[in-house]
């Protein structure tokens, strides 16, 4: 049994081979990237950006769709749906390496940014992908950074809004049924964001993501197990666990 820190929170894990990541073309996934021991990975308006500007160049270059962020200060969210079997790993890999480089040239330091490598899952698109983006969106506001999504200036909340055009989101086709209308989408997004994520949900979401399984219903996870050699969910009893805390 290895004991490791998360955050400040002490977890035990049982020692195993480390899973490769879940990651399946088509299929939107949670991913979450943290700075090492929860320090600052922006300090300044300019870090934001050109990690934006890092995003929207890899994720067109490998193919992957970004449909929602958020980046805090010391992590970040996306939401994201890749078209190959190796682009989102492509892209993650790709923007650390870049933006580690940046950063440390920037602040006259060395060594790791990030906690370890990014943590991910896949979600059913119908039951989870509208609660993960309002998840996203209120990460500042559960943070106690905000009072409300619409006033954090570093998340896709803006473009969902119709305040802004952001050039990285690729909306899902599930928030174009939302309504008939850019108005009417904009108005049934904010509701959505409004009535907030529930604590199970909001949960779900955390745990799925931070320990890599997939996040549906019974027939979901099923039909997923079909499409990949990697186990998708957590194994029964006897088998070992990997059992990590809700938070943000």
Same mark, same amino acid.
């Given at each position: 049994?290895?004991?490791?820190?998360? !955050?400040?929170?002490?977890?035990?894990?049982?020692?195993?081979?480390?899973?490769?990541?879940?990651?399946?073309?088509?299929?939107?996934?949670?991913?979450?990237? /943290? !700075?090492?021991?929860?320090?600052?990975?922006?300090?300044?308006? +300019?870090? @934001?950006?050109?990690? =934006?500007?890092?995003?929207?160049?890899?994720?067109?270059?490998?193919? %992957?769709?970004?449909?929602?962020?958020?980046?805090?200060?010391?992590?970040?969210?996306?939401? $994201?749906?890749?078209?190959?079997? *190796? #682009?989102?790993?492509?892209?993650?890999?790709?923007?650390?390496? /870049?933006? %580690?480089?940046?950063?440390?040239?920037?602040?006259?330091?060395?060594?790791?940014?990030?906690?370890?490598? @990014?943590? &991910?899952?896949?979600?059913? *698109?119908?039951?989870?992908?509208?609660?993960?983006? +309002?998840?996203?969106?209120?990460?500042?506001?559960? $943070?106690?950074? %905000?009072?409300?999504?619409? &006033? @954090?200036?570093? &998340? &896709?909340?803006?473009?969902?809004? !119709?305040?802004?055009?952001?050039?990285?989101?690729?909306?899902?086709?599930? @928030?174009?049924? =939302?309504?008939?209308?850019?108005? !009417?989408?904009?108005?049934?997004?904010?509701?959505?964001?409004?009535? #907030?994520?529930?604590?199970?949900?909001?949960?779900?979401?955390?745990?799925?993501?931070?320990? #890599?399984?997939?996040?549906?219903?019974?027939?979901?996870?099923?039909?997923?197990?079909?499409?990949?050699?990697?186990?998708?969910?957590?194994?029964?009893?006897?088998?070992? +666990?990997?059992? %990590?805390?809700?938070?943000?």
């Amino acid at each position: 049994m290895l004991i490791v820190n998360w !955050g400040q929170i002490p977890i035990k894990i049982a020692k195993m081979a480390r899973l490769a990541r879940l990651t399946l073309p088509g299929y939107p996934h949670h991913i979450i990237q /943290r !700075g090492n021991n929860r320090q600052a990975i922006f300090t300044t308006a +300019a870090d @934001y950006q050109y990690l =934006l500007a890092l995003l929207d160049d890899y994720a067109k270059k490998f193919e %992957v769709d970004i449909h929602a962020y958020v980046l805090m200060t010391n992590h970040f969210h996306l939401l $994201a749906t890749p078209k190959t079997d *190796t #682009g989102l790993p492509q892209m993650m890999q790709a923007v650390g390496r /870049r933006y %580690v480089r940046y950063f440390n040239d920037l602040q006259a330091r060395t060594g790791t940014l990030w906690e370890g490598r @990014y943590r &991910s899952t896949l979600i059913q *698109t119908d039951r989870y992908l509208l609660a993960c983006m +309002a998840y996203i969106d209120l990460n500042p506001v559960r $943070a106690g950074m %905000v009072a409300e999504a619409a &006033s @954090y200036p570093w &998340s &896709s909340h803006g473009q969902y809004m !119709g305040v802004r055009s952001d050039k990285l989101i690729t909306p899902h086709p599930l @928030y174009w049924e =939302l309504a008939n209308t850019p108005f !009417g989408r904009e108005a049934a997004y904010a509701d959505l964001v409004r009535a #907030g994520v529930g604590s199970d949900q909001q949960a779900a979401l955390t745990r799925s993501t931070l320990a #890599g399984w997939a996040l549906g219903t019974d027939d979901f996870v099923a039909d997923l197990q079909k499409k990949t050699l990697r186990r998708v969910q957590k194994g029964k009893a006897g088998r070992p +666990a990997f059992d %990590v805390p809700v938070i943000d």
